[in-house]
């Protein structure tokens, strides 16, 4: 077998909407008019360098785009005829993320339509390539919703939702439902509406001379205290009407050089051969999510001889790990044996045209998710099935997902023949291609489609229930049985969003609430009762940097147009009031004041939230919306588009450390609960108490304590004694450097006396490009932070410290640090 890549630059133009596949070959033979385009890519890409548009997700740039959305779109690429096509059996096209409706046609030979973006275009060419010369390869795409009828809307029973309600008119369209794509390109809360139009994957031609190995999957099975690897084989044998015999090796090897060789000859029928292999595994190295253990990996490598050609299938890292969802009384992951709390984020993709995320960009974000002690993400129904790249590096880093398949927030047409056959193709070929990965640890039918059909719909529609609770468990089970299927998300309970059982959405009773109040003060969050909150969230605006990116030319205007364009649909004035409760009135903040104080009160609420939810013994993960962006706004994340961290990302750092104190109040006693989702168990000496701002009044006790690992215990409470709140800290330490302490405040930040602190600061060289800095205050200081050039990433930031405390942080900084390229800050 031998592959020709076709990526690269192909070239584009713009024709109406009208002109469909019956004039491809006027199209074809075009000599003016196109332009450049990367493929894999997007129109935005070309019409960008062919200065036709502007970057849309700058200013209000991505108005000016809407007219795309009226026109067919065609790629063109010319290449040469290979030599070998000629004698091969089959030569077979392949265009991966034909987004969506596309028509394909090669040397003016119509060669099909395609509906989905979520599994590739694949047709035998052989009879239609040249003998000689060149070949055009044309493709005609659209944005997919433009013959979506109102009877097919009004088919479903409801309508899918938009933002016009939130004053988005623009964002949101309810034909998308009927189209195979990421939904969230039509516009969401926290996403302007740019339509994609893409060929976002490879597109490449593989001729094929006798056989070809057509998947390799590897499945760990446990027989007592031995593993088995189960490799099952997939061959494809392309003579239609002889058999054939062949040598078949399957190699398996660790990180430590330990190899596994097997080698069998089979005899292979025409067509497709299943073949299994068991492979016994002396003394197995396992793979476990972040802040559990190692993340070994094994290289398996697959290789066909048959009549003198060898076939080698891709070499792919495999790692060895058992999951089970155990939902008796609970909803907990259980991952080698081993009860795991679940921390982290949602993930959306990482750009609104989402085909040009790069293989830096995944690398980047998710290693930030492992430094911010992650060891989850939930991949959310309304984007996309990933690039490999990212379940790569999820693998590598630890990050287990919750991938859901893609339906998100309306009903879908489930009662259509076509579109279940869809449905079907695109959920049988990506899980196939991601059940080997380690990462994957549950596959989940929607997200918030169920609650919506129960609750917000009012049961005018059933529309998409077939597909959640029938089609893809069904899929799972014959694909992957050894990766839990869930319905939906939320699900469980009488209704969607139970707090007894299975996830929720933790939305109505914080952010979401009517009730101002309610969503700006973090003790709300210890009234959660739920057992897995798989998606919450809080506003926050990014670094002064990001917002001076995403205006453009234009001047910073607060409340001006582009502002509010960059300013997610659900903030309705959340953060004023947020920074109104707890820090100062926002009126007359200057812009770096706005920032900063917005940053703090999300950070505040994502810190004391998950604490909130860790130190509840039948709560076994949290989920926060979301954990980055795919544009430049005031939203929900942690990491912005620009991937610089947010304010809050320190606080979820500290709040999702693997060991980690925590301080409630109830009844007049402060408890003090320790969570340890480390795997072994922790002994300290604890000290807790109370002290005074300035330190010269405090009451504190000490105790030996121990938590065994993946547990939360109460390991000491003390009486709260009634002292001012003003003035004083209630807190819990250790003496251990890699616990940091916990401290509760008992008023909001606004109403505290706070003293001006003075800083001692100490700065060492840990090695190249490494420095320490040692700080102390002499008071209680408030969010002290770092003020470092941009791209120099402090370990910590933002952070309290007791009278007296010591903090040791290190900085990656490439030159020399000094007290004159450190400035030391804090709020009081």
Known sequence: MKELILNGMWELRAEPLSCNKEEAGRIARLSSGWIPQVVPGDIHQGLISAGKIKEPLVGLNSFDCHWTEGHSWWFRKVFATEKEWSQAENVELEIDGLDANASVFLNDVFLGTHRSAFYPFVRQIKKHLKPSGNNTLLVRLTTGVEEITEQQI??????????????????????????????????????????????????????????????????????????????????????????????????????????????????????????????????????????MGDQYLYQVQAALTVEGEKCIFPA????????????????????????????????????TIYARVSDERYEFLIQEARKANFNMLRVWGGGLYEREKFYQCCDRYGIMLWHDFMFACAPYPDHLDWFLEEVRRETNYQTKRLRNHACLVLWCGNNECTQFLAGWYLGKTKSGAYLYNYLLPEVVWQNCPHIPYWNSSPYGGDTPNSPEVGDRHHWGDCMMNQDMNKRITPEEYDRCTALFVSEYGYVGAPVKKTVEDYFGQEPVQKGGRVWLHHTNTFEKNTVEAGIRKHYVDPEKLTLDEYLLYSGLCQGLMYEYSLDSFRQRKNCSGALFWMYEDC??????????????????????????????????????????????????????????????????????????????????????????????????????????????????????????????????????????????????????????????????????????????????????????????????????
């Open 154 to 291: 009004d088919s479903l029973g409801v309508r899918a939702p938009t933002e016009a309600a939130n004053n988005r008119p623009e964002r949101g369209d309810c034909r998308r439902v009927f189209v195979r794509k990421p939904q969230y390109s039509f516009g969401w809360d926290w996403s302007p509406r740019v339509a994609t139009t893409a060929i976002s994957g490879n597109v490449k031609i593989l001729s094929l001379q006798k056989a070809r190995l057509a998947d390799v999957w590897v499945r760990a099975v446990k027989e007592g205290k031995r593993v088995h690897l189960q490799p099952v084989i997939t061959v494809e044998f392309i003579p239609y009407y002889r058999s054939g015999e062949a040598t078949l090796e399957i190699t398996i090897a660790g990180e430590d050089c330990c190899v596994i060789k097997v080698k069998k000859k089979v005899f292979l029928r025409s067509g497709i051969n299943i073949l299994p292999f068991d492979i016994p595994v002396r003394e197995p190295k396992l793979w476990w999510p972040n802040g």
């Open 316 to 351: 792919f890292k495999y790692g060895i790990r058992f999951v089970e969802l155990d939902t008796d009384g609970k909803f907990a992951f259980v991952i080698n044996g081993r009860k795991v709390f679940c921390k982290g984020a949602n993930w959306v993709p990482a750009d």
């Open 631 to 828: 544009w430049g706004e005031i939203g929900w994340t942690i990491i912005d588009y620009y991937c610089r961290r947010k304010i809050a990302w320190y606080f979820v750092k500290r709040a999702l450390a693997p060991v980690r104190l925590v301080l409630r109040e109830k009844k007049g006693k402060v408890y003090v609960t320790m969570a340890n989702d480390s795997c072994k168990t922790v002994r300290a000496v604890l000290e807790y108490g109370w002290i005074s701002f300035d330190g010269k009044e405090k009451k504190v006790k000490k105790k030996k304590t121990f938590c065994p690992g993946l547990t939360r215990k109460i390991l000491a409470s003390f009486s709260e004694e009634k002292r001012d709140p003003s003035s004083t800290v209630w807190f819990a330490r250790t003496s251990r450097k890699d616990i940091l302490p916990a401290i509760l405040r008992r008023a909001d930040f606004r109403a505290l006396k706070m003293l001006e602190p003075r800083f001692t600061v100490e700065i060492t060289k840990a090695r190249k490009n490494l420095w320490k800095i040692l700080i102390t205050s002499d008071v209680f200081a408030h969010a002290v932070h770092f003020q470092l050039e941009e791209k120099v990433f402090p370990e910590d930031n933002y952070f309290d410290l007791l009278p007296g405390e010591n903090r040791e942080i290190l900085v990656s900084y490439p030159g020399s640090l000094t007290g004159e390229n450190l400035q030391v800050k804090s709020i009081w």
